[in-house]
């Protein structure tokens, strides 16, 4: 089992005492425990997409058209642990002419099983 937890505009993944976030659009706060296995078997199901929707709530978790179950789930979530929080890049971007870099994947990860 791991806890995914959406909160302070993060997604966060908390697994055998390591935690994991991701700066992203969060619309409502909530947190979830969810088969791991299970978990990462939908979200490579998603792959190459860049946006992803996922809701929970106590009837279970919601992965683009995926359906399954959550423990412990709570509308009231806390980030795991003291994050840095930088700057919205939103005005750098509309400065610059050029485009920021396209995120970096390591292809190992992708086809790990």
Do not use: Y
């Not at 088969?35 to 199901?45: E, G, M, N, S, V």
């Not at 709530?57 to 930088?86: C, N, Y």
Request: charged share 25%; proline share 8%; net charge positive.
């Amino acid at each position: 089992m791991m806890r995914l937890s959406a909160c302070v505009a993060r997604v966060f993944v908390e697994a055998n005492g390591v935690a994991a976030g991701i700066e992203t659009l969060v619309l409502e706060d909530g947190a979830c425990n969810v088969p791991r296995t299970r978990f990462l078997k939908i979200q490579r199901t998603s792959h190459p997409k860049l946006n992803v929707t996922i809701a929970a709530d106590a009837d279970g978790l919601r992965i683009e058209g995926f359906v399954t179950k959550a423990r412990r789930f709570s509308p009231l979530a806390t980030a795991p642990g003291e994050f840095q929080i930088f700057p919205v890049m939103d005005a750098w971007v509309a400065q610059s002419e050029t485009p920021p870099p396209a995120p970096r994947v390591e292809r190992r990860w992708l086809n790990s099983r």
